[in-house]
């Protein structure tokens, strides 16, 4: 199989579609277009045309990505912050997601974590959930 340069309007069409499968931001959908081997003249046509047509839209992400970090993996504000900075997505959108926490599903999963680590030292408890991006105030306030 011969492995060609993907032209302008592939490149475009494989980036939407990855778009439309789930939630990705900029910073994502670049990496793949590297990976792809998408000529890097192509980069700022292709994330003007995925804003546009709202594949892209770094709100919406944010949200997302807020959303699955407290609920599936039990992070703190400031892990979550921390990684949606990584990824260059503006302060206000990130901002306006992290004002938008379950606060029931936050606080439960504060909760259960330091029950799952009782049996730990007071120190070594404090340590992980400070790993996990609590703050040291909302962990005191549960224990």
């Known amino acids: 199989m011969v492995n060609h340069e993907l032209s302008k309007p592939e490149a475009l069409d494989k980036a939407q579609a990855y778009c439309a499968r789930a939630e990705h931001c900029w910073a994502d959908v670049k990496r793949k277009l590297y990976e792809w081997g998408v000529c890097s003249d192509f980069f700022d046509f292709i994330e003007q045309n995925l804003y546009e047509n709202d594949f892209l839209n770094d709100a919406r992400f944010c949200r997302a990505y807020v959303h699955d970090k407290v609920e599936y993996q039990s992070w703190g504000r400031m ?19 992290l004002v938008n926490i379950d606060r029931a599903m936050y606080s439960k999963n504060l909760r259960k974590l330091i029950e799952e680590r009782r049996t730990d030292s007071e120190e070594k408890r404090l340590r992980f959930l400070l790993q996990r991006g609590f703050t040291y105030e909302e962990i005191k306030k549960c224990t």
């Open 79 to 97: 892990k979550i912050q921390a990684g949606l900075r990584a990824l260059d997505l503006p302060e206000s959108a990130i901002h306006e997601a």
